[in-house]
């Protein structure tokens, strides 16, 4: 399951999670978002390890600027409760799997 994250759940569910968790900062009128999605949910079919997030920057800017999110779709990567590194990627299923995996 993707969670939606809001001002609420993301400490609990991104910041303060054992797995490692990859968040996607997008809108809803983003076409690379729409295209990235389903590479999401591909990605979640594989590693069943992992935690993934989205966070709408159209409803929530203060985490988009809290996180320095200027372009969508970007993505973010937890571990052990850090951040590891944040990166726009929009094409392949294949470059999301390296992105985590690092």
């Given at each position: 399951?993707?969670?939606?994250?809001?001002?609420?759940?993301?400490?609990?569910?991104?910041?303060?999670?054992?797995?490692?968790?990859?968040?996607?900062?997008?809108?809803?009128?983003?076409?690379?978002?729409?295209?990235?999605?389903?590479?999401?949910?591909?990605?979640?079919?594989?590693?069943?390890?992992?935690?993934?997030?989205?966070?709408n920057t159209d409803?929530?800017?203060?985490?988009?600027?809290?996180?320095?999110?200027?372009?969508?779709?970007?993505?973010?990567?937890?571990?052990?409760?850090?951040?590891?590194?944040?990166?726009?990627?929009?094409?392949?299923?294949?470059?999301?799997?390296?992105?985590?995996?690092?």
């Amino acid at each position: 399951m993707i969670v939606e994250l809001n001002n609420d759940n993301f400490n609990s569910v991104a910041l303060n999670n054992e797995k490692t968790v990859l968040i996607e900062f997008y809108t809803e009128w983003c076409p690379y978002c729409k295209k990235v999605y389903p590479f999401l949910l591909e990605l979640l079919k594989k590693k069943s390890d992992i935690v993934i997030g989205r966070v709408n920057t159209d409803l929530y800017e203060d985490l988009a600027e809290t996180y320095q999110i200027d372009i969508v779709p970007t993505f973010m990567v937890i571990k052990n409760k850090s951040i590891i590194d944040k990166k726009v990627i929009y094409n392949k299923l294949e470059e999301l799997e390296s992105f985590i995996n690092k």
